[in-house]
């Protein structure tokens, strides 16, 4: 006689924020996974739905809340998580119904939650899991976080006490876990935290072996052996430290892509100090020259804040002319915004909010000439192309100057014989502001 199996409660998950909130959302469903729950991908499957917040702006502040209300209105057991956890009174002040309210990267609690609120029927064949775990992206390509927290307190920050200080991971345990996600289809890594160079501060005296050499804990040390496993390796949110240097070498050798993700939030001397940002010393113009040289293929992405208070338009053109002599490659950026908690709420000399707009409109103007003569020059020229979308006769991909989600796309014709994950050379044929045009060789 057949024996029937249980059916295993469904879980929901809606994930808000940065890449490193995605991760936290990838670990707690991979952990309910193995404990036999099933995931659902709509409100009206789900037992229970998980809201994964994001906490850093009051405008993602209230994008979460919604999240919140949405699900509780859709579906009515909603257990929150993340970074906005940390206001538990907020949440269950404007909706006391939420099942439970936990902080950020606080897996048990969640997982001790679900259990809780939709405990699983005991049977071992309900738990099963892949053991790269589950993933909430494409399965070419992956987020691997290096470290959590952070022990800077830039004046417009709130993630330390969100976060708390500074936790790197043991190099064995990453590297293994890039390695299980590379033999599960990972072809590119995108190494994340709060702070990728300050990576191992806090655990420098404790190397590890692995594959039968000693790994120190540090940035350098591990992207070269990162550079062994995945085929394409990126760096995002990394500070301009003097070690940083040491990275380019890899870059040019084919280790790593050719790529730095760096926040430097402004060029102004007197804003960077007012924003308390690390290595504001740095001379950050000579070293980009230097890396050039050693690596002419790099591509430099950042991000900047205008309407900082204090900021006077003698700052704001300064950071116009940097940006002219920098030449980055790829620039997001964001106008200032008030976060509850933030140390800068309180500097005099807020901008106005037309300024502010005013601002925003003149930097995004400045740095797309610049992503559009850059994006010129590549035509005619072969590049390795990730694909991301396939359809009946072209295809979506991005290059190694490309990250998902925040930078441009390479869109192919007469490709639709490529599958997604496919890394080909690519003719470049046409440009325009931010994406490039091509077909497959």
């Known amino acids: 006689m057949a024996t029937r199996l249980p059916e295993a409660p469904k879980v929901g998950m809606v994930s808000l924020g940065c890449p490193k909130n995605l991760v936290d959302s990838e670990r707690i469903l991979t952990k309910l996974r ?6 659902s991908a709509d409100y009206a499957g789900a037992d229970v739905v998980l809201v994964n917040t994001c906490g850093f702006l009051d405008s993602a502040k209230e994008e979460s809340l919604e999240a919140i209300g949405e699900a509780i209105s859709e579906n009515g057991r ?6 906005m956890g940390q206001e538990a009174e907020v949440i269950r002040a404007r909706f006391p119904n939420v099942l439970a309210v936990t902080g950020a990267h606080q897996y048990e609690q969640v ?7 939709s405990p699983m029927p005991p049977n071992a064949f309900l738990n099963l899991v892949p053991e790269s775990g589950l993933k909430l992206t494409p399965r070419h390509y992956s987020y691997l976080k290096i470290s959590e927290g952070c022990n800077h307190r830039c004046a417009f920050c709130i993630i330390p006490s969100i976060r708390g200080d500074l936790v790197s991971r043991r190099p064995d345990a990453i590297l293994r876990e890039a390695e299980k996600l590379v033999e599960s289809g990972t072809k ?5 935290s709060q702070d ?6 806090d655990i420098r005296k404790e190397p590890r072996m692995w594959k039968g050499h000693e790994v120190v804990p540090h940035m350098t040390d591990l992207a070269r052996e990162l550079g062994k496993i995945a085929p394409w390796v990126r ?8 070690h940083v240097d040491q990275v380019i070498p890899l870059m040019a050798e084919g280790l790593m892509l050719p790529y730095l993700d760096i926040p430097f939030q402004h060029a102004s001397p007197k804003v960077l100090r007012t924003m308390r940002r690390p290595a504001n010393e740095a001379k950050v113009l000579e070293r980009l020259k230097n890396w050039r040289e050693i690596c002419p293929d790099i591509t430099i992405r950042s991000s900047f804040v205008v309407g900082f208070p204090g900021e006077t338009e003698e700052d704001f053109q300064y950071l116009l002319d940097w940006l002219d002599e920098a030449q980055l490659d790829r620039v997001g950026a964001f106008r200032f915004e008030p976060v509850e908690g933030a140390a800068a709420n309180d500097l005099p000399g807020a901008v106005p909010e037309e300024v502010k707009e005013e601002r925003y409109a003149r930097v995004m103007e400045k740095t797309a000439a610049i992503s559009a003569a850059k994006l010129q020059a590549k035509i005619g020229r072969t590049l390795e192309v990730i694909i991301d979308e396939v359809g009946d006769e072209g295809a979506t991909g991005r290059s190694q100057s490309d990250a998902p989600e925040i930078d441009g796309e390479v869109f192919l014709r007469d490709a639709g014989h490529l599958k997604q994950g496919d890394i080909v050379k690519v003719e470049i044929e046409d440009a325009d502001d931010h994406d ?3 077909v497959p060789l």
Do not use: K
Request: with cysteine; net charge negative; aromatic share 14%.
């Open 34 to 39: 193995s404990d036999g729950y099933a995931m």
């Open 78 to 83: 909603v257990i929150v998580t993340g970074c």
């Open 111 to 117: 997982v001790d939650a679900v259990r809780e609120h």
């Open 188 to 192: 590119e890594l995108l190494v994340i």
């Open 196 to 201: 990728t160079s300050a990576y191992g501060v």
């Open 235 to 242: 760096l995002h949110y990394v500070y301009p430290y003097p």
């Open 436 to 438: 490039l045009y091509g």
